[in-house]
């Protein structure tokens, strides 16, 4: 980890010189970009069987170059990463956003690779449908990295009466999951030897369509949202339920509409947030390979308990409808999910020194699937460009098959470094 730093720190000195120079010629271009260093290493023994990690769930390097400007009414914005994952040892380039923006009157247009957040939940998403990375999340990168950018066309319009969001997605991009390589996960068909994936095919019928509509209404921050497309999830369909010889990934098609609400009360934010999921592909709930439909509803409260010291509560629930179908259809010795999903949370955060320490912990425990999720992290500003941070991921449950009771062999901690310029 030092030599990392330190090469981080020379190579930081050199691009921030470069960065200076540019900010100093005449033009509209910005430029900025940071390198990242981070390692995660797993506190238990247990290893994923013929996984290329070993010990860690986590080695790499980042350098994030970000480029933005503008002329003629036309903006565009470009974020791109060089990563070297030191474990696989091998090198990728990964485009995290980039797009061309124009407005015309009332509606400003952009292009190309976005990355959109919809909804108030801390971490628990109803109406944000749009792909997750939960590798990331459970071994510790910087929480941006838990959104996944989707490459379409957003419409925005802005109107005395309402504002409003439009979204049109020709390609399907699906949530990506904890790698097998690098977690131990549930999965009851890992040993059928023919394991396939289907992805919904590009084209105009399967476009997949989001649109929010939102407004001040009697104090509250309104939304109102409806998306059409598909389940970021997989769910799995066998050859031969007796003796398959091949698992095949898809995803089923989904609709899902919802509301969210948020404003001030008692020196705090109250938030709150429902929709349902409309599983179109078996809406009668007898196909046990595709999701039921689903009531998903949230309730949170966010109050600065003194200075530079900040808690927040929530409620997350999820309610399956037609669970006697789903029950009856289901094949023998298969896990079985309960009716309702309950999910409490807490989140603590603390501030110290000026704001150069930031002390904070965030515990979920669902007393239904009965699992948990603890995360405490620290971090430290040594300077306005150089920042380090540790912190750990600890995950386990009665059952495991339910969401963090199937990682709980990956309790792993983390340490990073990162140098802006």
Excluded: C
């Amino acid at each position: 980890m030092r030599r990392r730093l330190a090469i981080l720190l020379f190579l930081g000195a050199s691009i921030r010189g470069a960065a200076r120079a540019d900010e100093a010629a005449p033009g509209a271009l910005s430029f900025h970009g940071f390198l990242l260093a981070e390692t995660a290493g797993r506190i238990t023994a247990q290893r994923p069987p013929g996984g290329d990690g070993g010990d860690y769930v986590l080695g790499e390097e980042r350098l994030r170059l970000e480029l933005a400007g503008g002329a003629g009414g036309a903006q565009f914005l470009a974020k791109g990463e060089l990563v070297h994952d030191s474990i696989g040892e091998q090198f990728a380039v990964d485009l995290r956003e980039a797009y061309v923006a124009h407005a015309v009157g009332p509606v400003d247009f952009r292009l190309g690779r976005l990355i959109v957040t919809w909804g108030v939940g801390d971490l628990f998403f109803i109406n944000d449908v749009f792909p997750k990375d939960w590798e990331s999340f459970f071994s510790g990168r910087p929480l941006e990295y838990l959104k996944v950018a989707v490459d379409g066309l957003q419409a925005r319009f802005s109107t005395p009466l309402a504002h409003a969001e439009l979204l049109a997605i020709p390609s399907f991009t699906a949530d990506t999951l904890p790698s097998p390589s690098r977690f131990s996960s549930f999965f009851p068909y890992a040993g059928v030897p023919g394991q396939r994936q289907e992805l919904p095919q590009s084209r105009f019928s399967n476009t997949e369509v989001a649109a929010r509509v939102y407004r001040e209404l009697a104090g509250f921050d309104v939304s109102l949202y409806a998306y059409r497309g598909y389940w970021r999830t997989p769910s799995v369909r066998l050859d031969d339920p007796v003796a398959p010889t091949v698992a095949t990934r898809f995803f089923p098609a989904l609709s899902t509409y919802g509301v969210s609400m948020q404003r001030n009360l008692f020196a705090g934010t109250l938030s709150a947030e429902a929709g349902y999921y409309d599983s179109r592909d078996d809406r009668a709930g007898r196909d046990p390979t595709v999701p039921n439909s689903q009531w998903r509803f949230l309730a949170g409260y966010q109050r600065e308990l003194s200075p530079d010291f900040t808690a927040g509560l929530q409620l997350y629930g999820e309610l399956m409808s037609t669970y006697g179908a789903y029950r009856s259809s289901l094949p023998a010795g298969a896990p079985i999910e309960d009716e309702f999903r309950g999910v409490l949370s807490l989140r603590l955060t603390r501030l110290l020194d000026y704001q150069a320490w930031r002390l904070s912990l965030f515990v979920a425990y669902s007393p239904t699937d009965e699992d948990y999720l603890v995360q405490p992290e620290v971090s430290y500003k040594v300077t306005d460009a150089l920042s380090v941070r540790a912190g750990a991921n600890v995950l386990g449950g009665r059952h495991p098959w339910t969401f963090f009771g199937q990682f709980g062999r990956n309790d792993n901690v983390f340490v990073a470094g990162r140098l802006d310029f």
